[in-house]
């Protein structure tokens, strides 16, 4: 049993670290982006949209990825998506995102440059900061199945140059890991480092352990996406707890797209019972028919967490983000604060 009740979890000031400002698009925000570009899409009515969301694997939730990523044309479309997301995220009493952006889809599919984008997310962020006191940070990711060495290179440039802004905190490594492991992408990450940028790699989701062991290694990664493949392989939880690497678990994302068999079989209690520092996130919400408190809800009440473990993984999030060490503090004291 758990004293955490959907109340309290709404009221609970939190940081999310892993969700995708495309893959958080509501249905309806989608329609209407779409209507305006005059865009088609495979379902035409919310409820057909819904029905179409609902995936069957990961290959063909990439394809659904790739599709709705053609509704958003302009730079206002991007403003507009990211001031809907952040609305969401302030409603859900969360402080502080570290959103991936794949930026990169919408520079090739729309020719938008990738400064403009920025400014049309920063537009957003500075709203939502004065209208919620909420605040937003940008990991800029690689999709790996999609994308040349050349493309990936571009990209680190990008991130390189524009890190430090304030916006764009670090660079990432998303997508479908089978045939694709992350020591393709070393080079990459080795030029984004001697740029001083962070590196969160998404590994051991559809890969195995090895995968997340080589994002650490190999890549420098200081946060894994996912990682619950790692459960399988002692010596990788080793290195995750030695390297002090932050697991970005997304529960209901998993379980979805079939990682693991059901909420009640995911490794996140026995990953925290070998002592890696998990975090709870929602990954692509809508898809999943979640979000952020849903995911923390259900987490407590499948594991039985209490009040005090929910408030610890949440100040734990605080401390993995990629803010300066005052407003990370600053956040965890809030979260401390809470009842
Ligand atoms: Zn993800």
């Known amino acids: 049993m758990t004293d955490v009740t959907e109340e309290w979890v709404a009221g609970l000031p939190k940081v999310e670290l892993h969700v995708h400002v495309e893959g958080a698009i509501l249905p309806e925000t989608l329609l209407r982006l779409a209507r305006r570009n005059g865009v088609a899409l495979p379902a035409n009515s919310l409820e057909e949209l819904r029905a179409w969301y609902a995936f069957t694997d990961f290959p063909h939730f990439a394809e659904i990825y790739q599709t709705f990523s053609k509704a958003i044309v302009t730079v206002d479309d991007i403003h507009d998506m990211a001031w809907d997301f952040l609305k969401e995220q302030a409603r859900q009493n969360i402080l502080h995102t570290e959103a991936t952006f794949t930026a990169f889809t919408h520079y090739t599919n729309h020719g938008i440059p990738f400064a403009d984008q920025m400014a049309a997310i920063r537009a957003a962020a500075d709203k939502a900061r004065e209208a919620y006191g909420v605040s937003l940070g940008l990991i800029i990711d690689i999709a790996r199945e999609y994308v040349t060495m050349d493309d990936a290179r571009t990209m680190a440039r990008w991130v390189a140059d524009a890190h430090g802004d304030g916006l764009v905190f670090a660079l990432g490594l998303a997508g479908y890991e089978p045939d694709h492991p992350p020591e393709l992408f070393t080079d990459v990450f080795a030029m984004s480092r001697e740029a001083g940028v962070p590196a969160i790699v998404h590994a051991g989701e559809t890969g195995p352990a090895a995968f997340v062991r080589t994002a650490i290694e190999q890549l420098g990664a200081q946060r894994i996406g996912h990682g619950v493949t790692a459960i399988s392989d002692p010596s990788t939880l080793a290195v995750i707890r030695e390297r002090g690497v932050t697991l970005e678990v997304c529960p209901s994302s998993n379980v979805c797209l079939k990682v693991t068999p059901s909420m009640e079989q995911h490794p996140f209690r026995l990953l925290d019972q070998q002592g890696v520092a998990v975090t709870i996130n929602s990954d692509d919400p809508p898809m999943f028919s979640t979000d952020l408190n849903g995911e923390y809800l259900k987490v407590a009440r499948t594991f039985g967490y209490s009040r005090a473990d929910l408030k610890a993984f949440a100040i ?23 009842a």
């Open 316 to 338: 734990r999030a605080a401390g993995a983000s990629l803010l300066p060490s005052a407003r990370k503090t600053e956040l965890a004291d809030r979260i401390a604060a809470y």
